[in-house]
């Protein structure tokens, strides 16, 4: 095969009418409607946001300074970063209705290679971002048992360490305090002399497979519960709000950006974590009932009701509490007990868990749709394809997805799974927007229900100002940003020597 035929078969579209076809024809059971799209949507966005990464966003770590007060400012740069790409978004889900999100437009306007690698990476996007929910999860839960120390035993009051954290955690926590790490673990002795420490995220691990047997029961039954929990979420977040504004002192908001422009662009990559939640409301596309209007209205929905609460949830945070006095773990239940409130420190809590517990189910479902996507397409074994006869959901790779996150909850780290989920949607982002420009020029008279506004500047901001936030991570040679260049790398291996030669197989039986 020359080199010439390897580009073709490398740009090689479907054309949107043959998605929009197989969409049609899917064995999905069609059941959402826009209300649940947007639970869906609230659920994903609204718990990682306000009950754990915003404390980071504000505080700062290792990797970069935090945003100060100046949080609201970058939260407002992430929203319109997001605005530009949720408009895009509701384009091409209205236009080509179908399971995998970025990856299905990418492959109507980029061709093979390219959405498979989008794939992967919204791969990093969602599997990797659930890793760091279900370890927040787990935080959350330990405070929750802790309030129930006079009624449970306390072997389960106070689990120990290894139980219901990561190695690479432990390991850190030993550094960190000084602790023997045989001491702090135990250690499984094989031969040849070779010693693994066990550390083992317990409640992590428990509430994946929960959520996985959940979703393989069905997306309507998942979209029900989450709907509760969002309820409670709401709640919580509300009642934090009205009742901490009360105890806002103006002084704490001064020095507003402590750190400068750096503080809030690091701030803004920060936070963009959890406005990753439209994204996952196109995943769903082939099970829902009307696409084309309610996806649009579900994606902006979502982003604007989510913008507002993130907003005034931070002024209220950093005016109750000084920015540099924040707690990054559980920043609102700290607030609480900084003014005294103990007895409603313990109900954020509840609220935090209901919170997460929606965040994990839809980061779930999006993986897990994606990937089916990708199989029906033959870049991964059609094996994996398969749908389950009575429930009507892709039961082996709900399967596949769920194991996945309790594997790599065994040792990635918590911080740097979110910032490598945030690499994987800024790249999303930027794939959508100029999908919505390639079409424009490609397919200017198919129908779109409806239409980026002033198109092409919008998507081109998008563009812009998701560049200009990875760079700001890039430039900071952080970690991540390593880890996201090898991420791609063992993409490209993946492609090259599995899902290249398994397309070509696949053409050759269909001539």
């Not at 129930?148 to 106070?158: C, E, G, S, T, W």
């Not at 949830?313 to 109750?320: F, I, K, M, N, Y």
């Not at 794939?431 to 002033?454: G, H, Q, S």
Request: proline content about 5%; hydrophobic content about 50%; overall charge neutral.
């Amino acid at each position: 095969m020359n080199i010439k035929s390897i580009f073709n078969n490398l740009i090689k579209c479907k054309s949107p009418q043959e998605l929009i076809d197989e969409g049609v024809n899917s064995e999905l059971k069609k059941t959402l409607n826009a209300f649940d799209l947007i639970i869906l949507g609230i659920g994903a966005v609204v718990g990682t946001g306000i009950f754990t990464i915003i404390g980071s966003a504000i505080v700062g770590s290792s990797d970069g300074a935090g945003a100060g007060t100046a949080i609201v400012v970058s939260m407002l740069l992430a929203a319109i970063a997001s605005v530009f790409s949720a408009l895009s978004y509701s384009e091409i889900a209205a236009m080509i209705p179908v399971a995998g999100s970025a990856y299905t437009y990418t492959y109507a306007t980029m061709g093979e290679f390219m959405a498979w690698m989008v794939g992967w990476i919204l791969m990093l996007e969602y599997a990797i971002g659930n890793i760091t929910v279900a370890s927040a999860w787990t935080g959350y839960f330990v405070q929750f048992l802790k309030g129930f120390k006079h009624i449970l035993p306390a072997f389960i009051v106070n689990c120990p360490l290894w139980l219901r954290n990561d190695y690479r955690t432990m390991y850190e926590m030993c550094n960190k305090y000084g602790w023997n790490p045989q001491d702090a673990m135990p250690f499984l002795h094989l031969p040849f002399g070779i010693d693994v420490p066990i550390a083992i995220n317990v409640p992590a691990i428990a509430i994946v497979l929960i959520l996985t047997l959940l979703l393989i029961k069905g997306v309507k039954e998942s979209t029900k519960v989450a709907t509760i929990m969002v309820g409670v979420n709401m709640f919580i977040i509300l009642s934090f709000i009205i009742v901490g504004s009360f105890y806002v002192k103006p002084e704490n908001w001064v020095p507003f950006a402590p750190n400068g422009v750096e503080g809030i662009f690091t701030g803004a990559f920060v936070i963009f974590f959890a406005y990753i939640g439209f994204d996952a409301i196109s995943t769903a596309a082939e099970e829902t009932k009307n696409p084309q209007r309610d996806l649009p209205i579900a994606i902006m929905g979502t982003l604007i009701i989510c913008t507002i609460l993130y907003v005034c949830a931070a002024l209220v945070l950093t005016g109750v509490v000084p920015f540099n006095a924040i707690d990054t773990q559980a920043p609102l239940a700290h607030a609480m007990r900084f003014i005294n409130m103990n007895w409603y420190a313990g109900l954020i809590s509840v609220g935090a868990l209901c919170a997460l517990t929606s965040v994990l189910l839809i980061y779930q479902l999006g993986t897990t749709r994606i990937l089916w996507a990708m199989s029906r397409d033959n870049f991964l074994p059609k094996s994996l394809n398969a749908v389950h006869p009575k429930f009507k959901t892709p039961h082996v790779m709900t399967w596949l997805s769920g194991l996945v996150v309790i594997i790599c909850a065994l040792f990635m780290d918590l911080n740097l799974s979110a910032e490598l989920c945030n690499f994987g949607t800024f790249t999303s982002f930027i794939i959508i927007c100029l999908a919505v420009l390639i079409l424009r020029k490609t397919e200017p008279n198919r129908e779109r229900p409806f239409k980026v506004p002033f198109c092409p500047w919008f998507p081109i901001f998008g563009i812009l100002t998701c560049l200009a936030l990875m760079y700001c991570k890039f430039s900071a040679k952080a970690t991540s940003a390593l880890y996201f260049v090898v991420w791609l790398i063992i993409g490209v291996i993946i492609y090259a020597s599995y899902s290249y030669h398994s397309k070509r197989l696949e053409e050759q039986g269909e001539n």
